[in-house]
């Protein structure tokens, strides 16, 4: 065209020169030279306006965004409208799709967003949004995962055309080296379930153990809900928990919750430990923790509560009662079990710390000082206790009961407390523990049995050489008795032995003691303090001396021969003495009592 428009001037200057001359020239011909001129600039500048065709501007640009996404090492995706047109490898390989690229191609790009995020994906293509960084979109993996990243848009000019470049947060340059490394791998072969949820409390992460420790792969549970894998007891609990962290409510949860498992793998319980975990690239809230595992402890813990409880129904189902207690006067309880209630009617609370009722008052007043003498002879020798003695119950009911006791001691030696079991016998040996009972105290006039007299008795022998402490035994023997057996039978000498032996109690204490013997009464003496000897007055001598064991015989005589009268019977009694108070003289106990009872030592006598 070019070359036909200056043919065409060149043309039409000749003629112009060959028909007219130089002063008469006509401007219509000077015009007809111009046309050509004209047409060759109209047709240049036409030409620049109009320049490619529509088809040919579109095809050329995705050829050039499709070069540059796809040399490009960010995951970028080329859009045609709303309509996938190509993908890099990047993109492809981080989607799980390398070798379906094809698949993409014409697909929309909701298609492969996270529904989730769908608004956020129109807001993207919205008239004044900055292209610059446009936030975090979702992508869907091919198995089913997401892929939080960070999204940049490029639009074409007056085309369809998109370019959307991905970066995803945890590919930052902080975290390719050494140190991510090995988090990696810390995470990977962790025995303990880490994982993270996002706002809708919908699994986004979890290590390897996920799977071993549920039976359940990563790619199943992702973006589910996280509260399905537990049990339905323990959901609520758990949900309420989540959503207070969520919430800002609480820095932390700590809870104990069994989680779910596949046929193949138990249930199991886990601690689950979480905190709140900030997303500022959604503006959300969502939650990493640790899931620990404690199925091993908590089996233990139950089975040992299972023992517990089957210790409790036993001891509670036991016909008495469980105690431990000081050894002190009133026998405080320190523990009972619940069979308390059906021996004594008083519930433990009751009894512990006689809180509303001492132990020691419910043993029968006949029977207290034989329990307490008995025990402590018997943690003197650090020897278990074995005794039945009588106790009155809250409705004033006497029953037998039998216990067995012994000390508890500290690796000291130091003496802590009593621990024993106490049962009712009444039913079945009420009769038989009696008679054993008798063996150690006299049932009839609550003095001392002989053998328990006979054993203190020993022991004082023994022991006052050692501490050069005096002692004495004075025997009584009732001159009269054997009269009152003939003239009136002998339940009634009986009678008068027992009413004698209750007189005598005055002389009994904790250091003293009186006991039935050959017919007569045994009187140990070896505390000679003035407030334990207040029955026989005054002292003329010494207690101790010979003048003050005769004074202490007289006061006792005149206690036996006070006037006694047994159904309407006035009956007078007499006495004769024995005193034995010369211990190196006796070999032993019997040998001191055997004296003692023949009532031919010096200091013998017959009162009048």
């Not at 060959?18 to 060759?40: C, E, F, K």
């Not at 399905?228 to 919750?257: C, M, N, P, W």
């Not at 619940?338 to 710390?353: K, Q």
């Not at 009696?434 to 020993?458: I, P």
Request: proline share 4%.
């Amino acid at each position: 065209m070019t070359l036909y428009l200056i043919a065409t001037l060149l043309a039409c200057s000749t003629a112009l020169l060959v028909l007219g001359d130089g002063s008469n020239t006509s401007p219509l011909l000077w015009m007809l030279t111009m046309i050509p001129l004209l047409t060759w600039i109209v047709l240049r500048q036409g030409g620049r306006h109009r320049g490619s065709s529509p088809t040919t501007d579109a095809l050329s640009a995705l050829q050039s965004l499709s070069r540059f996404a796809e040399h490009s090492s960010q995951p970028a995706l080329l859009l045609d409208g709303e309509n996938i047109a190509n993908a890099n490898r990047a993109l492809l390989r981080l989607i799980g799709l390398e070798d379906r690229g094809d698949e993409l191609i014409g697909m929309p790009i909701d298609n492969i967003v996270h529904p989730k995020h769908h608004r956020r994906l129109a807001a993207l293509f919205s008239p004044g949004a900055d292209n610059s960084d446009a936030g975090t979109l979702s992508l869907m993996r091919a198995d089913g995962t997401p892929w939080p990243a960070r999204v940049s848009v490029f639009q074409g000019h007056r085309s369809q055309l998109t370019l959307l470049q991905f970066s995803a947060p945890q590919n930052g340059p902080d975290n390719n080296g050494h140190e991510h490394l090995q988090a990696t791998r810390l995470t990977h072969f962790s025995r303990e379930i880490l994982f993270s949820l996002d706002a809708q409390l919908q699994l986004s992460y979890a290590n390897a153990q996920w799977q071993r420790s549920t039976g359940r792969s990563v790619a199943e549970s992702a973006q589910q809900p996280f509260l399905s894998t537990f049990h339905s007891e323990d959901r609520a609990a758990l949900g309420t928990g989540l959503r207070q962290l969520q919430a800002g409510k609480r820095d932390g949860l700590t809870l104990e919750v069994r989680i779910r498992a596949t046929r193949a793998h138990a249930a199991r319980w886990v601690e689950l430990r979480a905190c709140p975990m900030p997303l500022p690239a959604l503006g959300e809230t969502g939650v990493s923790g640790i899931l620990l595992d404690i199925d091993q402890r908590r089996r233990s813990e139950e089975a040992l509560r299972a023992q517990r409880r089957g210790l409790h129904t036993m001891l509670d189902n036991l016909p008495g009662m469980i105690y431990r207690g000081q050894n002190d006067r009133n026998w405080t309880m320190e523990f009972v079990s619940e069979g308390c209630f059906e021996l004594t009617g008083y519930t433990p609370l009751e009894l512990v710390d006689n809180h509303s009722a001492c132990f020691a008052e419910m043993i029968h007043e006949e029977d207290r000082d034989f329990v307490w003498n008995f025990v402590q002879m018997r943690l003197d020798r650090r020897e278990r206790y074995e005794l039945s003695y009588r106790i009155v119950d809250r409705d004033g009911q006497t029953r037998w009961v039998w216990e067995q006791g012994r000390g508890i001691y500290s690796s000291r030696g130091e003496f802590l407390g009593l621990e024993g079991f106490i049962t009712d016998v009444s039913a079945s040996r009420g009769a038989q523990e009696e008679a054993r009972r008798r063996l150690f105290f006299d049932n009839a006039t609550g003095l001392l049995s002989l053998s328990l007299f006979l054993d203190r008795l020993q022991h004082l022998h023994r022991h006052a050489a050692i501490a050069d402490y005096p002692f004495a035994l004075i025997h009584i023997e009732i001159a009269t008795i054997a009269e009152i057996a003939e003239r009136y039978g002998p339940a009634m000498s009986e009678r008068v032995s027992v009413e004698i032996g209750k007189r005598l109690q005055i002389a009994q204490n904790d250091c003293n003691g009186v006991a039935r013997h050959a017919g007569g009464f045994a009187v140990l003496i070896s505390d000679f303090r003035p407030q334990t000897l207040g029955w026989a007055g005054p002292p003329s001598a010494e207690p101790a001396s010979e003048a003050g064991l005769l004074h202490l015989a007289h006061a006792l005589s005149a206690v036996i021969s006070r006037p006694l009268r047994i159904d309407g019977h006035n009956l007078s009694l007499s006495a004769r003495f024995g005193i034995a108070s010369d211990r190196e003289a006796y070999a032993d106990a019997h040998a001191m009592l055997e004296q003692a009872a023949r009532h031919d030592h010096p200091g013998a006598l017959t009162p009048a």
